[in-house]
């Protein structure tokens, strides 16, 4: 997979990026984890999920946010990585200009910052948000979340209350309804699906193929 360096409102940020040979392929965005918590590009879920979707013949970026790696500025504290996060989206698209559909996914802290962009970029197609961080970051902005999306947490999370996933859950049902957010729990999984990343790769393959067989219909 190239490494590539790109522009970003802080300076140059560093990725990797896999291509797909299929004219047309959509495109997804992967975000890492916390950077003030030692998130990188290079975080086993954030990896994994850079794979899932090589492998389902998307075209696919990860990156470091803003200092981290060999991304160049200082940790943004959620705001300079949005900005980031756009920079990245713009880069990819720029590259893949027919792509058949946009998605973004992340990791934690990249969950909040994919549902964050969400509200600025009404060309994604849909989330995947695992694990988002709804007990420590606010998510009022989703007002109202302007696609369907798939949520998924551990239930032996030690980060991540439950109960501010539930909430964050039912607040979206209410906005999209129920068929607007796929809401799937691992059992037994802590924060960082240690021994479940295959079940959560699983989700996200179910997410995935309805998610695009909808999109073949509607086209």
């Given at each position: ?76 504290c959620g705001e300079g990585e949005l900005c980031d996060a ?18 973004v996914a992340g990791f934690s802290f990249g969950a909040w ?69 796929d809401f799937r729990v691992v059992e037994g999984a802590g ?29």
């Open positions: 997979m190239p490494e590539i360096i790109f522009n970003g409102p802080a300076g140059r940020l560093e990725g990797r990026y896999h291509h797909a040979k299929t004219p047309n392929a959509p495109v997804a965005l992967i975000l890492h984890p916390d950077p003030e918590k030692g998130g990188t590009m290079n975080n086993r879920m954030t990896y994994t999920l850079f794979q899932n979707f090589k492998d389902r013949g998307f075209s696919v970026l990860r990156f470091n946010f803003r200092g981290v790696g060999r991304s160049q500025g200082e940790v943004g756009a920079a990245a989206l713009d880069w990819l698209q720029s590259v893949n200009k027919n792509a058949s559909g946009v998605y910052i994919a549902m964050q962009l969400l509200m600025r970029r009404p060309e994604i197609d849909g989330y995947i948000s695992i694990a988002p961080p709804a007990n420590l970051h606010d998510f009022n902005f989703l007002a109202p979340c302007p696609n369907d999306g798939l949520i998924i947490q551990g239930d032996a999370d030690q980060v991540v209350t439950m109960d501010s996933i539930h909430r964050l859950v039912e607040k979206l049902v209410e906005q999209r309804g129920p068929a607007g957010v924060h960082f699906f240690q021994n479940e990343l295959d079940q959560v790769m699983g989700h996200v393959n179910d997410y995935l193929s309805l998610a695009l067989s909808s999109q073949d219909v509607a086209a």
